[in-house]
């Protein structure tokens, strides 16, 4: 079992900058794939990004390439989504996932989620 508590999330103006954690607890951090989704109201999850078990593979969807980074700090068993020039339509619940080895850019894959933590972007 491995248990996910996201935090970082709140207002920023457009064009600013958030970074959100995601605390994982339970067992074998080093071993879990973690991704990054959000859920907009009336929409469906999105992947936003992900970094293998070693660090070493990381994907991003186009939508937030070059703007979010995602790194994870084993010593400290959390992983981060950097995110910068934020537009309103980043607006969402915000969620990180774990699933073992390797990254996945479905939902479905992943095992694990955290509760969520709401970002909001005003124009």
């Known amino acids: 079992q491995v248990q996910l508590v996201e935090s970082g999330g709140g207002l920023v103006q457009a064009g600013g900058s958030l970074s959100l954690s995601c605390a994982a607890s339970g067992r074998s951090f080093s071993s879990y794939a973690m991704g990054w989704f959000r859920q907009a109201p009336g929409k469906e999850r999105e992947f936003l990004a992900a970094?293998?078990?070693?660090?070493?593979?990381?994907d991003y969807a186009d939508s937030v390439k070059g703007r979010f980074t995602i790194s994870r700090a084993y010593a400290k068993n959390t992983v981060y989504l950097q995110m910068n020039n934020l537009k309103p339509e980043d607006t969402a619940v915000y969620y990180c996932?774990?699933?073992?080895?390797?990254?996945?850019?479905?939902?479905?894959?992943?095992?694990?989620w955290g509760q969520g933590t709401q970002v909001t972007v005003s124009s």
């Open positions: 970094i293998s078990w070693s660090g070493g593979s990381r």
């Open positions: 996932a774990a699933r073992l080895y390797a990254t996945a850019v479905v939902a479905t894959a992943y095992n694990y």
